[in-house]
């Protein structure tokens, strides 16, 4: 059996004090069977799954994943029961580990899955491994929490308030081998390569033109085209949707918040939303920028001859 890896600190505020930790699947599974009893929440123990470089433990530090984790917390939707989950994840081929989070209640249940790796991943495919694990648990799977649909997230550790011990359940099935890291890379690239290819040709579809520019003039027409088109027009023909003012949420947002911002200075976007197109980390578009990626795939010389033609799409 191979080891599980993650990274622990004392609670959420201090992120500086760290311990690397490494146990075999027994000791990890007999761990969970002894939660920390904690009355304030806010000193409860926490753990990142993946590895750091040296300093505070934060997204920017994170060089690889070591575990795949769903959150289920009845916020919005109460969350099947703890025996469902465990239900769903003995049927699994390889090992998954489960335990109830600090504010499970049998009448509203949270609790986390973990799917410890054998090897690294890399971070930028945890959100589709993510969705993959997702998929692999057909009965609740799909009440996980999107807001832990991402990478370098904190985890807090087994703790319950003493007034609850009772309601504190943990199963694993630490007899199965661990998910091999590589496999799950493939089985992630497939999933953002098809995932990819049914959003473009959905937006193909479902696209509807704008007012374009008048062809010949002198003005370039990268410059025309950002002088006379605005992110409005652009993206309600993409079916976008304006939130508010400068704030835009994607047609496949899968956090259901708004993750398009609008610097008003420099009239650019950013996108927050991994699974779109414009998504960019560091990178801001401009109106043509936007055009090229919704409607041409990123590629610059087929959306300046779809200009030249004067027609939007093609």
């Known amino acids: 059996?191979?080891?599980?890896?993650?990274?622990?600190?004392?609670?959420?505020?201090?992120?500086?004090?760290?311990?690397?930790?490494?146990?075999?699947?027994?000791?990890?599974?007999?761990?969970?069977?002894?939660?920390v009893s904690v009355v304030d929440k806010e000193s409860r123990p926490a753990a990142s799954w993946g590895v750091h470089r040296q300093g505070r433990i934060e997204q920017s530090t994170l060089e690889s994943v070591t575990a795949i984790l769903l959150d289920f917390d009845s916020k919005n939707n109460v969350s099947p029961t703890f025996e469902e989950a465990v239900k769903d994840c003995d049927r699994l081929d390889f090992a998954a580990f489960l335990h109830t989070s600090y504010s499970h209640d049998p009448e509203r249940p949270a609790y986390r899955v973990i799917v410890p790796l054998k090897g690294n991943l890399e971070p930028r495919l945890n959100p589709p491994a993510t969705r993959l694990l997702?998929?692999?648990?057909?009965?609740?799977?799909?009440?996980?929490?999107?807001?832990?649909?991402?990478?370098?997230?904190?985890?807090?550790?087994?703790?319950?308030?003493?007034?609850?011990?009772?309601?504190?359940?943990?199963?694993?099935?630490?007899?199965?081998?661990?998910?091999?890291?590589?496999?799950?890379?493939?089985?992630?690239?497939?999933?953002?390569?098809?995932?990819?290819?049914?959003?473009?040709?959905?937006?193909?579809?479902?696209?509807k033109p704008f007012p374009l520019l008048a062809r010949n003039t002198e003005a370039s027409l990268i410059e025309q085209f950002n002088s006379k088109v605005t992110f409005q027009q652009l993206f309600a023909a993409a079916s976008y949707r304006e939130v508010k003012p400068g704030r835009w949420l994607s047609p496949h947002s899968r956090s259901g918040q708004a993750g398009i911002t609008l610097n008003r200075e420099t009239n650019r976007i950013y996108c927050g939303h991994e699974s779109d197109g414009l998504f960019s980390p560091g990178h801001a578009h401009d109106p043509f920028s936007v055009y090229c990626v919704l409607w041409h795939g990123g590629d610059v010389r087929k959306a300046l001859a779809a200009l030249r033609k004067g027609r939007a799409v093609a």
């Open 1 to 35: 059996m191979s080891e599980i890896r993650f990274t622990t600190i004392p609670n959420a505020r201090d992120r500086t004090h760290r311990k690397d930790v490494v146990m075999s699947a027994t000791e990890f599974a007999a761990a969970l069977d002894r939660p």
């Open 134 to 207: 997702m998929h692999l648990l057909p009965n609740t799977g799909s009440y996980n929490d999107p807001a832990s649909v991402g990478i370098g997230r904190l985890f807090f550790l087994p703790c319950v308030h003493p007034d609850r011990v009772q309601d504190y359940r943990a199963w694993s099935g630490a007899e199965k081998l661990l998910l091999d890291a590589q496999e799950l890379a493939g089985m992630a690239e497939k999933l953002m390569a098809a995932e990819k290819a049914k959003e473009q040709a959905r937006l193909a579809k479902e696209k």
